[in-house]
């Protein structure tokens, strides 16, 4: 009876013989179930097809989502208790590779099954994962210089292309001002630090010069500097006026209190992704939308790089080659 069970198993798997997950060959040594599996290559919307035809939950209204999710969240569970017991027994846990295989198959299945309940395709998934990543980890010689956002307008409604503007406190009394000068001219406001508690915010205007100098893009920095581009009026009023301006200083106001958390971001290499996505967000409908999640990370720790310098010197010179896309630090004389 054993041996006709063998011999239909072997009529089923071809010279392989299933044994626990590994395979016993009549004509060489055991193969894990990883080596025994190799083969053709499967696109993902095959997969995809493949899978759903094994789902025994069809797609109800809400019980047919939450099925997906809730046994994708048990399979993440799975894999890391699958970890834990390579941590624990190390090599002895012989099996550790076939055995997240089928984590990752289980995981593997059950995005299937979400994304297509939620009509997506597992390789337009893929795509959109790509490029998102590329934006933001971008392989060497991937990266391209980018048009500044103003080239088509006319010069003296552009952003300066090389920029100097020096930053010094006014003391009066208790209060501690910061006034900012570009060529014998203040630019905007003095700005205090508007807080029960001095936290430097008054030196906050170094992340519009950044934007500007790294991205291309600041309303706050072209009020500044009086260069709204008036002969679009269009233009102006969608990406030089009111509403743009407050954007941007949301933005810089949420990235303040975000930083503060965390040193002001001294000795931090990376912005969370939520944070960057939150900015893109609201960026999307202004010319800056086309900057990738790695420009706004790369200019937010810049960003506050240069305001680290302000405060810590209580002022400065911060110099901004837009062209360059760089911006640099002068300490007071």
């Known amino acids: ?59 109800e209204p809400e ?22 017991k390579f941590v624990r027994d190390g090599e002895a846990h012989s ?32 795509r959109l994962n790509l490029k998102r990543t590329r934006e933001r980890w971008p392989l060497p010689g991937e990266e391209t210089p980018v048009l500044l956002l103003d080239d088509a307008s006319p010069e003296n409604e552009q952003l300066p292309r090389i920029l100097s503007v020096t930053f010094e406190e006014i003391h009066d009394g208790d209060s501690v001002q910061v006034r900012m000068m570009s060529g014998g ?22 992340f519009h010069l950044t934007y500007a100098a790294m991205l291309g893009w600041s309303p706050l920095t072209r009020r500044f500097l009086e260069c709204s581009r008036e002969s679009d009026p269009k233009l102006r009023e ?12 949301g933005i810089a106001a949420f990235l303040f209190e ?34 990738t999640a790695r420009d706004w990370e790369r200019a937010i720790l810049r960003s506050f790089e240069m305001w680290r310098a302000l405060r810590d010197h209580r002022g400065g010179s911060l110099h901004l080659d837009l062209r360059a896309r760089t911006i640099t630090f002068d300490p007071p004389v």
Not at 23 to 49: C, F, H, W
Request: with cysteine.
């Open 185 to 206: 001219k203040q630019l905007g406001d003095p700005l205090k630090d508007m807080a029960w508690d001095p936290d430097g915010y008054r030196f906050h205007d170094a």
């Open 238 to 249: 969608i990406e030089d006026s009111g509403r743009a301006k407050v954007i941007e200083e």
């Open 63 to 84: 019980r047919g989502l939450v099925f997906p999710m809730v046994g994708l969240a048990s399979e993440v569970g799975a894999l890391v208790g699958q970890y834990k």
């Open 95 to 126: 099996f550790f590779s076939d055995r997240v295989a089928e984590e990752l198959g289980d995981c593997m299945w059950y995005i299937a099954n979400l994304a297509t309940k939620l009509d997506l395709t597992l390789e337009d998934i893929a």
């Open 258 to 291: 975000y930083a503060r958390q965390m040193r002001f971001l001294d000795g931090v290499e990376h912005v969370d992704s939520a944070q960057l996505d939150t900015i893109r967000t609201l960026v999307s409908r202004l010319e800056v939308r086309t900057r």
């Open 1 to 59: 009876m054993l041996s006709g069970l063998l011999a239909a198993t072997t009529e089923l798997f071809g010279s392989l013989v299933f044994c626990d997950t590994s395979y016993i060959s009549e004509t060489g040594p055991v193969m894990s179930l990883t080596q025994a599996n190799k083969g053709r290559g499967m696109e993902l919307n095959e997969y995809q097809d493949e899978a759903v035809r094994t789902d025994k939950s069809p797609a």
